[in-house]
C-alpha cells in the first residue's frame, strides 16, 4: 500500500512513523511543549508541522483533540487556504490566527534577532483565541543568535502547558544542546524514489517517464519533485545548472568566468544569492555522485539521467581519485559559503581549481 494513501489526510509522503507518532501523541493526549523537527530541505517539515498545528488548533475538536481536524471551522479554513495558497507559491506571512504563529528568518538576514524571538514569545503568551493550545513554529531555527536561542531556552524552562513550539531545523549541531535536550526530535530522512514515484503518479497524475524522471532527480525529497512536476521554469534551470557544470570541463577559464557571471543576480539580496549558491553546488555534487554511480556500472541509479552520456565523457578523461577530489572541492566550497566567503569567489574557486588534476599530471594549467 502507499504511503500517502496510509497517511490520507495527513499531508506528508513517506516518513509515515513520524506521522503515527504524533497522531498517537494527540489520541494519547500526550502532546509535547516543544518539538525540533530535523532534515534536509523539501521533505514536507513544515508542513507537517501546519498540519499538526490545524488538529491542535481545530475549533470542533478542541475538547478532545482529534488527529483528525474537522477542515470545516474558521481554524481549519484558514489553515487549508494556507495550504492552497502555498501550493500557488504565495507568500506565507499572510496568514493571520490567533492562536498560531510562524515566525521565519528574513531573506536578507544571516540570523533571526533575539527582538524577533521576544514578538514570537510573547504572541504565544497571551491567552488563546478560540482554541486550547497556542502553537508556534520557527522555520530556520538552527539561524538563532546566541541571545535568541537563550531567550527561547528561557521561555522552555517555564512550559506552559498550552503552548507547543516546532523548531523546523536543517543543522541540529547549529542549535544548542539545552535546547535539544527539552524538545522531542522528529528525524525526517529522505524517501525512497518508489513512494516519490507513486505519489507523482496517484495525486498527481504524472506519467510514468516523467515520475521516473523527477523521483530521480528530486533524491529523496517529495516536496522538490512536486516543484519540478508543477513548476516547468524551475525544473528548465535545475537541468540547466546541471548542463552548466559539464559544459565546464570542455571549457577554457575565462569560459566558465563567463558563465559563472550569469549566474550572480545584483538585485539579489547576499543571503538569497549565498542560498541560491548552495542549491547550485548541491546539482553539481549530483552531477559528480553520478559520474562516480556511473564509473562503478550503477548507472540505473543516476540523478541527472538526461545527461548521463554526457557524464561519460567527463569520465573518459578522469580517474576515480579525480571525482573524489572534485566532491571535496564541492564540498569545501559549501564551507566557504557558511563561513560567509563572497558566493561569486566560492564559484570562481569551483571553475578555476576544476583542472587542478591536470597541473600535478603535466604541470601546466
Ligand atoms: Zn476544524
Redesign the pocket.
Known sequence: MLDSAKNKEWPLIGNSHLTRFLKKSIGNGQVGGSYIFLGPDNLGKTTLARFFA?CL?????KDKISPY?????????QFQGQRERKAKDEDEKQMVHGDFHLLKKAKDKKFISVDEIRGFIKILSMSSFLSKYKVGIIKHADKLNLEAANALLKTMEEPNSNVVIILIVTDIESLPKTIVSRSQLLQFRPVPNGIIYNYLIDSHNASRSRAKDLSRLSLGRPALAIKLLETPEFYEQFKELARMFISFFNQNINERLQAIGSLINKKNSSQETASRTRRTIEIWEGVIRDSILINFNLDNRVQHEYVSSEIGRILESRNSRDLIRLEELLEQAKKYLRNNVSPRLVLENIVINIDDRRQTTDGRM
Open positions: 490545524q488548533l481545530c475549533e470542533k475538536t481536524p474537522c477542515s470545516e471551522c474558521r481554524s481549519c479554513q
